[in-house]
């Protein structure tokens, strides 16, 4: 059974900074592609980075030259590092993993397995 488990969300100024882990069990991180996804209130989801199986990265352009993608082979973990944080990356964050049918396409994966999700909240 697949589990994904999000973690370190939180409130911070204008300008501060997060860092999203999400801890995976049943499923390898380091062997499949992994994404992190966001919804803010009244909005969709959107995709914000991923990382490939073999490490090709991607990002959203609202997000590109501040958040950085990462994992752990050895913990087996997802990570989001969220640095100069604006009042419009305010979102409930989720952790996503892929599967081989049916899910959400961002980039080339297809994710079907999600994370409970966690809040980041930034205020001006």
């Known amino acids: 059974q697949v589990q994904l488990v999000e973690s370190g969300g939180g409130s911070v100024q204008a300008g501060g900074s997060l860092r999203l882990s999400c801890e995976a069990s049943g499923y390898s991180v380091s062997k499949n592609c992994m994404g992190w996804f966001r919804q803010a209130p009244g909005k969709e989801r959107e995709g914000v980075a991923r990382?490939?199986?073999?490490?090709?990265?991607t990002y959203a352009d609202s997000v590109k030259g501040r958040f950085t993608i990462s994992r752990d082979n050895a913990k087996n973990t997802l990570y989001l590092q969220m640095n100069s944080l604006k009042p419009d990356d305010t979102a409930m964050y989720y952790c996503a993993a892929a599967t081989a049918d049916g899910g959400t396409w961002y980039q080339d994966c297809r994710f079907g397995f999600w994370g409970q999700g966690t809040q980041a909240t930034v205020s001006s």
């Open positions: 990382i490939h199986s073999f490490g090709g990265l």
